[in-house]
């Protein structure tokens, strides 16, 4: 049920920030952003066993809401490692020898921070635009 809600209230979000005008949007941005912040923080912490990982993850907020993306030319392996397909294990060659194949664990490092904040970045996003439509107007 409260799932529910939050989905009814993200895409009433949405269409507001569709609806809205770019000034209103660049007015929004930056709170946005700083209410995503926790996830981006908790990921690059989860991440610290790379080197390239939290230099690589970043936040943008877009028409329809946040984006937090891992650059894949900054880390590589982190779609991988991250575990997207779905699969626990994932197997390369060894030091490159395709001879001998070795099978290692994932170690995701956003997915655990995006369930551990999500219900209160949600909240946040949607209040700072319900706030900035209703201070510029907009029902």
Do not use: C
């Amino acid at each position: 049920m409260a799932d529910e809600t939050f989905s009814m209230q993200l895409r009433r979000t949405g269409d507001l920030l569709r609806e809205i005008s770019t000034e209103v949007r660049r007015e929004i941005r930056p709170a946005i952003k700083k209410a995503a912040e926790p996830i981006v923080r908790d990921a690059k912490k989860n991440a610290s066993w790379s080197s390239r990982i939290p230099k690589a993850i970043r936040v943008s907020v877009l028409k329809r809401g946040v984006e937090i993306r891992v650059s894949a030319k900054k880390a590589p392996h982190a779609r991988v490692l991250e575990g997207i397909t779905g699969n626990r294990t994932f197997r390369h060659p060894l030091f490159g020898n395709r001879e001998r194949w070795f099978d290692q664990k994932t170690r995701p490092f956003l997915t655990p921070a995006v369930e551990k904040h999500l219900p209160k970045v949600r909240a946040a996003v949607i209040r700072i635009v319900d706030e900035a439509a209703v201070r510029h107007g907009y029902k």
